[in-house]
T-cell receptor, first 112, second 114 residues
């Protein structure tokens, strides 16, 4: 079982819609959760971090964490064509390790 | 967040030669840096964790004698690909660990071995 799982997509949404990206993780003791955006040919860019259950909003982005269900999601409101990218979910395990476990990413396409 | 640079941004080398890639944390003292490799249309693969002043910790399957990592200061880590072969052609990305375990990535180095 992979530590972090994401639907690889592709996920297509029309411009202005809400894009919903989902991620599950296997280590129940995981402490920290991150969402990265990666444009084709570029390196990942941190867009959201979340550490406690509930919602965290930053502009058009909302991260949601449910530790009981081992589930973290990212909502993008008013999706724009410039949001078209691969979104990576990353989780820091609860074992004291420094490194993050990355999902394989969900490719999002926003259709104008 | 931290600003991370990498040099060079791309490099072409001949098979059998060595290539050094630099990763610099421009505005943050990085105790821990990471090195990743990413093949086209694949996910990030962690190669090693680089700790300032100590030996790097390599992931299983990564040859430490082939991928030499030196983290000599809080702002600089280097990755040297020794005796490069075409199968080492990839996108190499470093990252800096922040105060709450987030990682900030450099822009990456695209290596092509001919």
């Amino acid at each position: 079982q992979k530590e972090v799982e994401q639907n690889s997509g592709p996920l297509s949404v029309p411009e202005g819609a809400i894009a919903s990206l989902n991620c599950t993780y296997s280590d129940r003791g995981s402490q920290s959760f991150f969402w990265y955006r990666q444009y084709s040919g570029k390196s990942p860019e941190l867009i959201m971090s979340i550490y406690s259950n509930g919602d965290k909003e930053d502009g058009r982005f909302t991260a949601q964490l449910n530790k009981a269900s081992q589930y973290v999601s990212l909502l993008i409101r008013d999706s724009q064509p410039s949001d078209s990218a691969t979104y990576l979910c990353a989780v820091r395990a609860g074992t004291g390790a420094n490194n993050l476990f990355f999902g394989t990413g969900t490719r999002l396409t926003v259709i104008p | 967040g931290a600003v991370v640079s990498q040099h060079p941004s791309w490099v072409i080398c001949k098979s059998g030669t060595s290539v050094k890639i630099e990763c610099r944390s421009l505005d943050f003292q990085a105790t821990t840096m990471f090195w990743y490799r990413q093949f086209p249309k694949q996910s990030l693969m962690l190669m090693a964790t680089s700790n300032e002043g100590s030996k790097a910790t390599y992931e299983q399957g990564v040859e430490k004698d082939k991928f030499l990592i030196n983290h000599a200061s809080l702002t600089l880590s280097t990755l040297t690909v020794t005796s490069a072969h075409p199968e080492d052609s990839s996108f190499y990305i470093c990252s800096v660990q922040g105060l709450t375990y987030e990682q900030y990535f450099g822009p990456g180095t695209r290596l092509t071995v001919t």
